[in-house]
């Protein structure tokens, strides 16, 4: 009689596995009484290919300089010799270590080549992204929770 009552329960975990197949869940968890079964499954790759369709320079947190044509501003900003702080990885930016922290630097912040000036989460790792330049903040360009792309300009700093 064990047996029916196994092949029972596999059934009922197979329907699981396709109501989560069916309906993109990552994890369920299920209780009843004193038994817990816990199912996950891994997240897909193809979360990343909707990201060539962003254009984060339309989109800077704050412009080089206030006012008037803010639009053309952003094509504009390189002629002053800023630096870029590129993302070497594909992930999602954070600015900050947790959510109720401060951000790692915002515009007007002093940064040095060892400076942390963001997050970026790839894979379940989060991985310190460092100024490696010596300047100012004057634009960043993404928002925090943001897909960014490999060589995707993060940040502007004018050099010291």
């Keep these: 009689m064990a047996e029916k009552d196994d092949d029972a329960d596999l ?24 038994d817990k079964i816990v199912l996950k ?38 002629q002053e010799n800023l630096v870029e702080i590129k993302s070497p990885i594909v992930g999602t930016f954070y600015a900050t270590p947790s959510p109720d922290s401060e951000p790692y630097v915002e ?32 634009e960043i360009l993404v928002t925090n929770g943001q897909a960014v792309e490999y060589g995707q300009v993060l940040f502007r700093v004018r050099p010291d």
Excluded: W, Y
């Design 107 to 138: 515009v007007g912040s002093v940064v040095n080549s060892h400076t942390v000036v963001c997050i970026i989460e790839a894979m379940k790792v989060m991985n310190e992204i460092k100024a490696e330049t010596d300047g100012t903040v004057v």
């Design 11 to 34: 059934k009922k975990i197979k329907q699981l596995i396709e109501i989560m197949k069916e309906n993109e869940l990552v994890e369920i968890e299920i209780k009843h009484d004193d």
């Design 41 to 78: 499954r891994a997240q897909p790759q193809q979360a990343f290919a909707p990201m060539p369709m962003m254009m984060p320079e339309s989109v800077p947190v704050s412009a080089g300089s206030p006012g008037a044509g803010a639009s053309s501003q952003p094509t504009a900003a390189p």
